[in-house]
């Protein structure tokens, strides 16, 4: 099984931060590699696919990169509405499976 | 506009089977295009992967539910199922289905079942 790890669990930020999340495979994924945003009592929104393209709709101060087993998730400014929790997800060879989330709160 | 609804029970009773369906909507799960799954989030917990279908009605879970879990198609209602055997208090969890274009881009908006006598 694929593991993925991400890092930190919780990150405080304040409004216009340029925030970084990481996230790590077991092994190498290639860039099959999505990041979701998910607040309260919400199902999970597609934010980036393929590592480093932008799901249709999503803010252009999100971007993603990454390939192989090392992947970053980027905000360049941070927005009131972007506080939320975060997850990679990998989908390789049919396998999908999430990381432990990161949790991005106000400063 | 796709949408997706969760249906089923509530509350379901420990060793006993949960059951859920997915209404797919402004789409047509027979399309070969894509896939379909179910996803869990245990209460104040991160997501996983429960299992996934193609039109073709080949099949893909979570090693560690494999055992227990079962994914259908019914192609004439446009829906897909769910079926977890075996429940504890551990499988508790909000139940999403959702549309797999590689990543998940379409979601239901999650249903709570609770395992509890």
């Known amino acids: 099984d694929i593991q993925m790890t991400q890092s930190p669990s919780t990150l405080s930020a304040s409004v216009g931060d340029r925030v970084t999340i990481t996230c790590r495979a077991s092994?190498?994924?290639?860039?099959?590699l999505a990041w979701y945003q998910q607040k309260p009592g919400k199902a999970p929104k597609l934010l980036i696919y393929?590592?480093?393209s932008l799901e249709s709709g999503v803010p252009s101060r999100f971007s993603g990169s990454g390939s192989g087993t090392a992947f970053t998730l980027t905000i360049s400014s941070l927005q009131p509405d972007d506080f939320a929790t975060y997850y990679c997800?990998?989908?390789?060879?049919?396998?999908?499976?999430f990381g432990q989330g990161t949790k991005v709160e106000i400063k | 506009q796709l949408q997706l609804q969760e249906s089923g029970p509530g509350l379901v009773k420990p060793s006993e089977t949960l059951s859920l369906t997915c209404t797919v909507s402004?789409?047509?799960?027979?399309?070969?295009?894509?896939?379909w799954g179910w996803i869990r989030q245990p209460p104040g917990k991160g997501l996983e992967w429960i299992g996934t279908?193609?039109?073709?009605?080949?099949?893909h879970y979570n090693p560690s539910l494999k055992s227990r879990v079962t994914i259908s198609l019914d192609t004439s209602k446009n829906q897909f199922s769910l079926k977890l055997s075996s429940v504890t208090a551990a499988d508790t969890a909000v139940y999403y289905c959702?549309?797999?274009?590689?990543?998940?881009?379409?979601w239901g908006q999650g249903t709570l079942v609770t395992v509890s006598s």
């Open positions: 279908i193609y039109y073709s009605g080949s099949t």
């Open positions: 092994q190498s994924i290639s860039n099959w």
């Open positions: 393929k590592a480093s």
């Open positions: 402004g789409g047509s799960i027979s399309s070969s295009d894509y896939y």
């Open positions: 997800q990998q989908y390789n060879n049919y396998s999908w499976t």
């Open positions: 959702a549309r797999v274009d590689g990543p998940y881009d379409y």
